[in-house]
């Protein structure tokens, strides 16, 4: 299935992901061609989703520093897009519960091809809930409330015959691309994170990904968040909230409101 903007690879770690896989289906199956999956041990029924499937290949995620999720899961970003070279116009490089958004992705992707653009970070937001949405739900239609956050500003999507390297550093916080690297004229991608979509769910995951850390990732207190007490969630949810606005809500100007690495700090926009 490749459509008029070219073929669309996207790459993600999963593991444990079977409350977020409908979602994150939901989201992308009207303009991925091919979802290729590292699965780094899941014991839910996540292998059974990907495998119902018929647009995702499933590997097996290996750590490449037995001792450090972190480092290991940066290198793989760094080096497992590279395949795509001559196959691929884009590459989504992201989270299952990141939605790389646009109101209309297809055309946007063929425009910036046109334009010439090969790398296009996103500005990132903690979408927050108090309730866990409902099964069928399309989260960037109805889940629109979210906190701007500069940490989840992503370069999600690339163009691999255009880049020679992405140089990520660690979460995907910031990258240096290098090659041909042009960015956008403005900035329209949004990287909508939806991890907070309701207490315990949230408490659950991080215990989750707390357990997966290697010894370096702890002593250099990389996932600190992992590690709060409720308490300390609790007070971070509720600044959430008091920061949150709806993106779609065009009189927000929430562009003019990101710090953005790709960018000289005085453009806006």
Do not use: C
């Not at 425009?111 to 990132?124: E, F, I, N």
Request: zero cysteines.
């Amino acid at each position: 299935m490749t459509r008029a903007h070219g073929p669309v690879w996207l790459y993600t770690l999963s593991w444990n992901e079977t409350r977020m896989l409908p979602f994150f289906f939901r989201h992308y199956d009207s303009w991925v061609d091919r979802y290729i999956i590292y699965d780094d041990g899941s014991t839910d029924d996540t292998l059974a989703q990907l495998r119902a499937h018929g647009r995702v290949e499933i590997r097996r995620f290996a750590r490449s520093n037995p001792d450090s999720f972190v480092d290991s899961a940066r290198v793989w970003q760094n080096d497992v897009w590279k395949e795509s070279r001559g196959q691929a116009q884009w590459v989504v490089l992201t989270a299952v519960d990141e939605h790389i958004h646009h109101p209309d992705m297809p055309s946007y992707l063929r425009s910036q091809a046109k334009a010439g653009t090969t790398a296009m970070p996103a500005l990132g937001f903690n979408m927050v809930a108090d309730d866990f949405p409902p099964a069928g739900t399309h989260l960037a239609t109805t889940l629109r409330r979210g906190a701007p956050h500069v940490e989840m500003n992503k370069l999600s999507v690339f163009d691999p015959n255009g880049l020679t390297e992405t140089n990520f550093g660690a979460g995907r916080h910031d990258a240096k691309p290098a090659g041909r690297v042009v960015y956008p004229e403005s900035d329209e991608l949004l990287n909508l994170h939806y991890k907070y979509l309701d207490r315990r769910y949230l408490a659950d995951r991080h215990a989750l990904l707390l357990s997966g850390l290697g010894s370096e990732d702890l002593s250099r207190n990389l996932g600190f968040q992992y590690q709060w007490t409720k308490g300390r969630m609790d007070s971070h949810w509720d600044s959430m909230l008091r920061d949150a606005i709806d993106y779609r809500d065009p009189a927000v100007g929430f562009t003019t409101h990101f710090d953005r690495w790709w960018r000289p700090a005085r453009v806006r926009g």
